[in-house]
């Protein structure tokens, strides 16, 4: 079982910058991949990033590649998403997830995650 819970969401005016953290407990050590997924008012859950937990190997989407950064703190078994050049598109609640998949294509698909946490708002708007 892993348990994550997400913070650091709020507004933010277009252009500014966030940090998502994602606080992990339980068994983490058997996850293949750790991500971020965002979901906005009548779409679908979408992938943001991922970070491949052993190698630190780390995915993006193409709408965010270049503005998005995924990481991690080892020693504080939290993983992190730094958002800049936010734009209005980005407003979603943001999930963080745990995955056990060791197919690359399914590590960007919401069904190679496993555990979810319960998400945070991110409000981009003047």
């Known amino acids: 079982q892993v348990h994550l819970v997400e913070s650091g969401g709020g507004l933010v005016q277009p252009g500014g910058s966030l940090r998502l953290s994602c606080a992990t407990s339980?068994?983490?050590?058997?996850?293949?991949?750790i991500g971020w997924f965002r979901q906005a008012p009548g779409k679908e859950r979408e992938f943001v990033a991922t970070?491949?937990?052993?190698?630190?190997?780390?995915y993006y989407a193409n709408s965010v590649k270049g503005r998005f950064t995924i990481s991690r703190d080892n020693a504080k078994n939290t993983v992190f998403l730094q958002m800049d050049s936010l734009k209005s598109d980005d407003t979603a609640v943001y999930f963080c997830?745990?995955?056990?998949?060791?197919?690359?294509?399914?590590?960007?698909?919401?069904?190679?995650?496993?555990?979810w946490g319960q998400g945070t708002q991110v409000t981009v708007s003047s």
């Open positions: 339980g068994r983490t050590d058997t996850s293949r991949f």
């Open positions: 997830a745990a995955g056990t998949t060791t197919i690359l294509s399914m590590a960007s698909d919401p069904r190679g995650y496993n555990y």
């Open positions: 970070l491949r937990w052993r190698g630190g190997n780390t």
